[in-house]
């Protein structure tokens, strides 16, 4: 007998992966071929600090073990409330319709190359900050990306 998966909390978290020239990296959708997006998750109990989630989540998609790839985790203190897509819904609770997402920026040394979960994910791909925003299908997404020359300035030459 194969137990029924649990109901998705409606927090998560989104993490823009960049290098200090603010290079992004996108990852395209399995289930929907054709969407573009950061990282993104939901925690996976209550209590799940959303920078371990951030965490987790970045291991999972990406492969990237953020210490050992010299990366610099930063929560933007931003947080977005929106409506999850009709075709998602089931994965939450009856009557669940809103989600909560907190923002991190992940800082990379430079762009690496991303061993994707295949169930999860296509392809990937590194933009210049702006490109990515218009290749994001999430609007939060793509307001994420637009943030970050503001919450990751270019270092001066």
């Not at 996976?44 to 600090?49: R, T």
């Amino acid at each position: 007998m194969q137990l029924a998966k649990p109901f998705k909390i409606p927090e998560s978290v989104l993490v823009v992966i960049h290098t200090p020239d603010l290079q992004v990296l996108l990852i395209e959708r399995a289930d929907h071929p054709g969407y573009w997006q950061s990282v993104t998750g939901s925690k996976d109990a209550l209590d799940e600090p959303p920078a371990e989630t951030a965490r987790r989540e970045v291991w999972e998609e990406t492969g990237f073990d953020i210490a050992a790839v010299g990366g610099e985790l930063r929560d933007w203190q931003l947080a977005n409330v929106y409506e999850i897509y009709p075709h998602w819904r089931h994965r939450y609770a009856p009557g669940v319709t809103r989600n909560t997402e907190h923002v991190f920026g992940l800082q990379l040394p430079e762009a690496l190359t991303p061993t994707l979960a295949p169930r999860e994910h296509l392809s990937w791909l590194w933009l210049p900050w702006h490109e990515a925003a218009d290749r994001c299908f999430s609007p939060s997404n793509a307001e994420a990306v637009l943030q970050l020359p503001r919450f990751s300035p270019v270092p001066s030459s």
